[in-house]
């Protein structure tokens, strides 16, 4: 049998692939998201005040004048001065009030955090190749491991300089085995689940937005805080060490007995009985080797695909960082505002899920369909009135439904290329994507600096990207029921190829004797239709 009848034998997502979401898309997660947002809480600016005594030689000075002053002398001063001169509130303590990283020293704020999602840009890029050439769990494990000791340095950091330098390789750790981790899950249960699996990764990455917040509340240091965090994250490891090898990436490299060995080890601990798995060679098997960014560009399908995913990733992020930077702004408790940053997200993935595996809607109309609509959400900005402090109360509600949108939009992209993609160049064109959505990351804290040429122009360029992703999305497959390619091969195989109502039996398809193909157009075996048809399992995720 192939990996698709193997996994119906073994489970698809019975008792031990229901805990591997809960580890991978649950725990994971929760530990993913908070180091991913940890900035927002130990970047932030504690109050403070300072004694100008003896340093402003004219104390009539206005307050333009006083703060460039300020600004200087801190630039100047050692750290004895800033001590003895600059007072912090206790109420929570970050790096900012540790080293003085205020006024004109406050960009430092900034390059570390952008040093983090340089780190996420090199990690998703590179953790895609290596998991697809060495395996997925020995790339996630030894990922996650390099973490859990970066982030631990990070908080016990004796200078800005090394916390920055850490920040970066926690970065890089975070972003690449948190996406081989999502592969890994994927290709742990059936074809069927991806998108139930999917979604709780996206789900749980909200809540623990607001579990770091939670956590910050009650660990005012934020030494405390950074350490504390990696108790959550040691703990997934040490869960992840029994997690079995994709038996998916096993079949794809042609060793047989080690996928089998895989497999039974789910069919055993899902109890099912395990002598049922036997796996054959599939036609299309090109025995070993893994894929490569040369495989992405030098396959006019994979290519034409990854160039949309790219763009359409690319703006997802663009998007969802400057609504957050924009949602953020809101008046009050620091960790009240980034409780709800993450909350927000919640209700679109119970809608997402249900609308991709509906058969009149799919996964290419629930994209678009996301994409389109944060993107008019955002539009909506651009005619409210320009009036003072109307501006603010109605931009709220469209704001946050661009969120909404935009969170459910990223999720379905997740799913969606997964499924593009064979799995042999998986992981790296999730590892492409990934890098383009870094890249919109980055920029979006730039879009909100237009406002000074014209306040709802950042609304403008959310609204007209969103919109313009949405409509590239049609030209796409649909990959809703359809068998997963396994081998580049598989992209010129006509069983691969897009089923129609009309599809024809794998085992009947004979391309030499037409006349036999034409007669038996049209019929499935039972087995085969458990392939194709994937509406029993998806009541199931309803």
């Avoid at 190829?497 to 391309?511: F, I, V």
Wanted: aromatic share 10%; hydrophobic share 45%.
């Amino acid at each position: 049998m192939e990996v698709e009848q193997a996994f119906r034998a073994a489970g698809e997502m019975d008792g031990y692939q229901r805990y591997l979401c809960f580890l991978l898309a649950g725990l994971l997660q929760l530990y993913v998201a908070s180091e991913a947002i940890l900035m927002a809480l130990v970047g932030a600016v504690p109050p403070y005040h300072w004694d100008s005594a003896g340093l402003l030689p004219n104390q009539s000075q206005s307050n333009q004048s006083v703060a460039q002053a300020f600004g200087s002398w801190v630039l100047m001063a050692n750290s004895s001065e800033l001590h003895k001169r600059v007072r912090f509130s206790s109420s929570f303590t970050s790096i900012v009030s540790e080293w003085f990283l205020i006024a004109d020293r406050s960009y430092q704020v900034s390059v570390a955090s952008s040093l983090f999602f340089s780190g996420v840009f090199v990690g998703v890029l590179s953790f895609g190749q290596l998991s697809d050439r060495f395996g997925r769990k020995k790339v996630y494990l030894t990922g996650l491991s390099l973490d859990i000791v970066f982030a631990i340095a990070n908080g016990l950091s004796p200078s800005y300089e090394f916390f920055a330098a850490t920040r970066f390789l926690v970065g890089a750790m975070n972003g690449g085995m948190s996406l081989v981790a999502f592969v890994l899950l994927n290709e742990c249960v059936g074809a069927a689940y991806w998108a139930l699996a999917g979604s709780m990764s996206g789900l749980f990455f909200g809540v623990g937005i607001a579990q770091c917040a939670l956590l910050g509340y009650f660990f005012r240091s934020w030494r405390t805080l950074a350490l504390t965090l990696n108790l959550q994250g040691t703990a997934v490891f040490l869960l992840s060490l029994s997690v079995p090898e994709s038996p998916r990436w096993l079949y794809s490299q042609g060793r047989l007995q080690e996928a089998e060995d895989a497999l039974r080890l789910l069919a055993r601990r899902n109890g099912r009985p395990a002598h049922g798995v036997a796996l054959t060679r599939a036609a299309s098997q090109s025995g070993r080797g893994g894929g490569s960014l040369r495989d992405l560009c030098g396959h006019r399908p994979l290519l034409r695909h990854t160039l949309v995913l790219a763009f359409i990733w690319f703006v997802c992020s663009l998007v969802y960082y400057g609504l957050t930077l924009s949602v953020g702004s809101l008046g009050g408790s620091i960790y009240i505002n980034l409780a709800l940053s993450g909350l927000i997200e919640i209700p679109s993935y119970p809608i997402c899920v249900y609308l991709m595996n509906q058969k009149w809607f799919g996964r290419q109309r629930t994209l678009a369909a996301f994409l389109c609509l944060g993107g008019l959400a955002c539009l909506t900005v651009v005619f409210i009135p320009e009036k003072k402090g109307a501006m603010g109360m109605s931009s709220r509600p469209s704001a946050l439904l661009g969120k909404l949108t935009i969170s459910a939009a990223f999720n379905t992209a997740y799913i969606y290329t997964s499924e593009l993609y064979p799995t042999v160049v998986r992981n790296a064109g999730l590892g492409v994507c990934s890098t383009f959505s870094r890249v919109g990351g980055m920029l979006a804290p730039f879009v909100p600096s237009l406002r000074p040429v014209q306040p709802s122009l950042p609304f403008l360029v959310f609204g007209a990207t969103g919109l313009m992703s949405g409509l590239l999305t049609l030209l796409l497959p649909e990959t809703l029921n359809r068998p997963l390619l396994e081998n580049l091969s598989d992209l010129h195989t006509p069983s691969y190829r897009p089923l129609r109502d009309e599809a024809l039996s794998l085992q009947t398809l004979d391309l030499s004797q037409p006349a036999r193909k034409d007669s038996e157009e049209g019929r499935l075996s039972e087995e085969e239709e458990e392939l194709y048809d994937a509406g029993e399992e998806t009541q199931m995720i309803r």
